[in-house]
């Protein structure tokens, strides 16, 4: 992905001092957090329903303000994959509001007893799922995802402080405005839904450690790493997508083709399209030419080793920074390696955690595969644009997690709430199971 353009401070984060009216949002937006955790699961689903029919009635003012920041990108040269995600026309747009009533079809992920133990009589412990409070969502040019995410912070009780990419603020202020006017029609604090609009907003974004709960950076891994270096609030990361097809010895070369067409041509700059191709030696001779014709008859672009450029000669040389290279566009680098064990090596060298596949008839070599590659996402025999919230049936997601400690992968509403212990007594005290005559714990689950 491409880099968020934010300027590095020489200050560290302790040193920065937001401005007192962001400040202030976000604390209006912890207090309409905290309205929204007491909320049922009926009138937050009624929210997400006024947003949507909110969204569909300001779709002409959304997709005009699109239209404009489009027209902008254009004069100002905006890369082509930011240009592509930027893009909310009609059917886009019609999607999108589906995909906030899917989320209000979901079960609620806040009040689940996760656990139910009595300690002694009388004494019961209970973890329960809650909101984690305040989001700040951090993103780049794809509008859309305004909607999903905040369709799914109502739906988890959270509020959120959006911040999109200059090039999109328009669409992401038509929308928001939506939204909030959508909340508003249901009896909710509109502003558990905020946006910022400026880069010196950021930088003071990170420095509300007291007001915000999580960071959710959508970017480079640069990005990503700028936010952790500057923020003392903890950051769940949406890096780069850098994401492997390895074609095995005994691949059904047909699947292989339709597999590698559809996780590069179908949506380049997606973050889950392919970049690197690699392919068994063993079947190379056969398999790359087709592989390569198929793809290129498709308007892309072949990067590739020295194995590849004798089997290819159209292919264009690759370099080092090739593999670490995420492209988001008809380009793709291309490698043949010798053994399943060397395409591991060489997707957790260069990966990103991100997504990975394997297409084999192979089990052993599938569950090696999937075993011994570090990603979020480890496919057998399927593309690695499933690698999304919506397809993989959460609703919509906040994004990817590239991270390993939870949430990984997708992040829908199961990645947005955390816990409490309650714990339910009659004036017990602790020196009662403490000392030479301590009374035992039952410690007894509770059904």
């Known amino acids: 992905m491409t880099a968020i353009q934010v300027p590095m401070p020489a200050s560290t984060a302790a040193s920065i001092t937001p401005a007192a009216p962001l400040a202030q949002i976000a604390r209006d937006t912890r207090q309409a957090a905290q309205q929204l955790a007491t909320l049922s699961t009926a009138a937050k689903n009624q929210a997400i329903e006024a947003i949507a029919q909110a969204l569909a009635a300001d779709a002409e003012a959304i997709q005009a303000a699109n239209a404009a920041d489009c027209e902008a990108a254009l004069a100002d040269n905006l890369a082509k994959p930011l240009y592509g995600r930027l893009k909310l026309d009609g059917v886009k747009l019609k999607g999108a509001i589906a995909g906030v009533r899917d989320v209000a079809k979901l079960p609620d992920p806040v009040g689940t007893v996760q656990i139910h133990r009595e ?35 109502v739906k988890s009780g959270n509020g959120v402080i959006l911040k999109g990419g200059k090039e999109a603020v328009r669409s992401c202020q038509a929308l928001v405005q939506a939204i909030r006017t959508g909340l508003s029609h249901a009896g909710v604090n509109p502003n558990a ?44 990361g949406h890096a780069d997508g850098i994401c492997h097809l390895y074609v095995d010895a005994v691949a059904d070369l047909d699947q292989a083709i339709a597999i590698a067409v559809d996780a590069k041509v179908g949506y380049p700059s997606a973050c889950n399209a392919i970049e690197t191709l690699l392919i068994h030696q063993d079947i190379a001779a056969t398999a790359l030419p087709q592989l390569a014709a198929a793809l290129t008859d498709k308007g892309v672009v072949l990067r590739g080793d020295q194995a590849t450029q004798q089997l290819w000669p159209a ?44 297409v084999t008839e192979d089990a ?25 919230g919506f397809r993989y049936g959460f609703g919509a997601e906040v994004g990817i997690s590239t991270q390993s400690m939870p949430p990984r992968g997708p992040v829908g509403l199961e990645g947005l709430v955390t816990y409490k212990y309650h714990l339910i007594g009659q004036g017990h005290i602790v020196a ?5 005559n301590a009374q035992p714990f039952t410690h007894r689950d509770l059904s």
């Open 193 to 236: 839904v905020q946006l910022l609009t400026t880069r010196e907003e950021t930088r003071a974004l990170l420095a509300l450690d007291k007001d915000v709960d999580l960071i959710i950076p959508r970017g480079s891994n640069e990005f990503v790493q700028f936010v952790q270096d500057h923020t003392r609030i903890p950051v769940l």
């Open 432 to 436: 009662t199971y403490a000392g030479e």
């Open 315 to 358: 292919a264009q040389p690759v370099t080092e920074a090739d593999w670490s290279t995420e492209y988001s566009d008809l380009i793709l680098a291309v490698r043949v390696v010798a053994s399943v064990e060397a395409a591991i090596a060489h997707i957790n060298t260069y990966g990103s955690r991100h997504t990975e596949a394997i």
């Open 364 to 388: 052993a070599a599938a569950a090696l595969f999937r075993n011994q590659v570090n990603a979020a996402g480890v496919y057998h025999n399927c593309s690695t644009r499933f690698a999304d």
């Open 119 to 153: 300690l002694d009589a009388g004494l019961d412990l209970q973890r329960v799922t809650c909101p984690l409070g305040v989001l700040g969502v951090i993103f780049e040019s794809r509008p859309d995802a305004v909607m999903q995410i905040s369709s799914l912070a």
